[in-house]
């Protein structure tokens, strides 16, 4: 792989881009591309570069992807300032605890890690099953519900 491209595909899996919050990705895209395509965008955020072809009889050729990942958004905080969430788009409940996670927050930038019941704690019954979302909670190392709104709001988007 050139080493162009390989940069291009680093930026682009980087930019934090969960459903609904695409912009950081579609940024990406949107750089590496005006060099030598007409670029537009729509009002439903897509975005469109278009290279014309040389030559009589040229090809019309459409590549098409999208921009979003899969991601979490916080949708409570609890009094111990543990952030509660809900799943944006197909999140397996088997693989969260224990994932590093980032709030991306109007005040940047936010670490987690996701947490759940621990296993002493549990009923018998409980242990062999997979924790549910609702269950899960992320940790921000926040003291309490008030340290942790200082950092994070409800609806912040998050990502893996």
Known sequence: MRTESFAFLSSLV???SPSGYEQPAQRVFRAYIEPFAA???DVLGNVYGCIEGKGAGRPRVMLVGHSDEI???IRYIDDNGFLCFGAI?????HLTPGQRVTVQSGTGAVAG???RKPIHLMEA???DSVTKLEN??????AADRKEAEKL?????????
């Open 113 to 115: 890690v996701i947490g």
């Open 152 to 160: 994070v709001r409800i609806g912040d988007p998050v990502t893996f």
């Open 136 to 141: 899960q909670y992320i940790d921000i190392g």
């Open 89 to 93: 788009g197909g999140v397996d409940a």
């Open 71 to 73: 991601g979490l958004q």
């Open 39 to 41: 670029v537009t965008s």
């Open 14 to 16: 980087a930019a934090p």
């Open 125 to 127: 019954k409980d242990r």
